[in-house]
């Protein structure tokens, strides 16, 4: 499944921050940096999600804030936002 994210890197503190622009928005603590962002990115919904970290990575928008995240699980985008909100 894809679910579309809105990415905030250099937060004090990794979590959930509620919706922009129509998408969720996450908070990284990890600067945009060599890629830093993008990997707290792929362990925040690995962590909330409860999957390896080869089962979640960035399909699109790599060096954007707008991302679409491909995760390997039979997850619907409601299970998706349950998970996120709770583990912030």
């Known amino acids: ?12 503190k990794s979590g959930y921050a509620g919706e922009f622009d129509g998408k969720a928005k996450i ?3 990890a ?3 060599e890629g830093a962002a993008n ?3 792929v362990q925040f919904f ?3 999600l409860k999957l390896p970290k ?3 990575r960035i399909c699109a928008g790599g060096l954007s804030r707008h991302k679409t ?5 039979d997850l619907t985008d409601g299970d998706v ?7 912030s």
Request: proline residues 8%; glycine residues 2%.
């Open 1 to 12: 499944m894809k679910f579309h994210v809105y990415i905030q890197p250099g937060a004090k």
């Open 39 to 41: 990997e707290a990115v």
């Open 27 to 29: 908070k990284v603590a």
């Open 81 to 87: 936002l349950e998970a996120i909100r709770r583990l």
């Open 46 to 48: 690995a962590k909330a």
């Open 54 to 56: 080869s089962s979640v």
């Open 31 to 33: 600067p945009p940096v």
């Open 69 to 73: 995240i491909e995760i390997d699980a």
